[in-house]
C-alpha cells in the first residue's frame, strides 16, 4: 500500500477470554464458561472448568518462549522481503485469481528487482532483512497484568511487561472500570475497542483518563461495530472527534462485530462482511478529516476453515473439516493474503 506499518501481533499472551455469559449449558448441563487457558479448560467437564491459579505460571512461559521465537525469526533472515515473495507464491499461482491480484505482486516483485538493481538487497541493508515486530494482547486478566508491572530503573516509568501494547475490551471500558483506572497507570500505548453503542464523549473521556498529556502514539481507539451498524453510527463520532484536536490512532477491527453462527451451529465470520467493515472504516475516516491508522485482524498461516467466503469461496458446510479455534474464528492464509492485498488497493485510491 506504499505505507509505513507498525507490526503488532496478538501474540504470546492473548489467553484470558472475555465472556458474554458466566455459565455456559450443552444438553442439560450447565457449567461455568470457558475463560481462556490462563483461568480454566475448555473441555465440558466439572473438573476442566474449575479456575486453577498455577495456569499464569504455563501462559507467561508460552508467552516467553514465544517471543524468543519471534526474536529469532524477525532478526534471523525469515522477515527478507524476498521471502516474503515466497510466501505469496502459492497464492497467486493458482488459476483461478483475479487478475489484480497478479498485477499487485508482480508490482512488489518488480520494485524488489529495482531496488537490488540499486545496490539495495539483504545482505546490505537491515531494513530489508529484518523486521521489528512488537506484541499486544487484551488486558483482562488484572491479577496477571499487575504481577508483570514493573519500574524501569532509568526513567522511573511505569511499564506493564506482559506486552508492548495492551487494550481494553468493549466489556470493561467504563470510565470508573478497574481496567481503565489500572492502565491510567502505565506509559504503554493503551488501545480501547468501542462498539456500535459506543459514542464520541466515551472516546474523549478514555482520552482524557489513559492519555492526560495527548501524546502522540499513545491512545488507540480500535473500533469494532459490524457491517450493517458501522455506515450508520461511526461519522457522528469522526465527526465530532475531529474537532477536538486529539492525538488518537484510529483503528479498525472488523472481525468481531461480523461474527454469526451457522445453521450447523458453527461460529464463523463472513470474508465480505469483513471487508465491508474496512472499506466504510476507510470511506468514513477520510471523509471525516481523520487518518485511518491501523486494522486489527484475526487471522493464522495455517490452511483452516473457520471464516466463509474470499476468493475460493468457503462455504458454510466447509467449516467442520479443518475448524481449528477454541474461541474466535480466525482468517487462513489464503483468506488473510487477499484481504492485505485488497486494503492495499484502498489505501492507494
Known sequence: GGKPVVKIGRVAGQFAKPRSSD????????LPSYRGDIINGFDFDEISRIPNPSRMIDAYNQSAATLNLLRAFSRGGLADLHEIQKWNVGFIAKTDLDKKYHDLCENLSQTLKFMEA???????TQAINETILYTSHEALLLPYEEALTRVDSLTGEIYDCSAHMLWIGERTRGIDDAHVHFLSGVKNPIGVKIGPDGSSDDILKLSDILNPQNEAGKFNIIIRMGSDKINDRLPKIFKNIAKEKRNI???????HGN???????YKTREFDKILSEVKSFFEIAKSEGINPGGIHLEMTGQDVTECTGGIFKL???ELASRYETQCDPRLNANQALELAFLIADELKS
Open 259 to 265: 461474527t454469526v453462527k451457522t445453521t450447523n451451529n
Open 23 to 30: 455459565f455456559e449449558e450443552q444438553n442439560g448441563i450447565k
Open 118 to 124: 540499486c545496490g539495495i538487497n539483504s545482505k546490505n
Open 315 to 317: 462455504t458454510q458446510d
Open 249 to 255: 490512532i484510529f483503528s479498525i477491527d472488523p472481525m
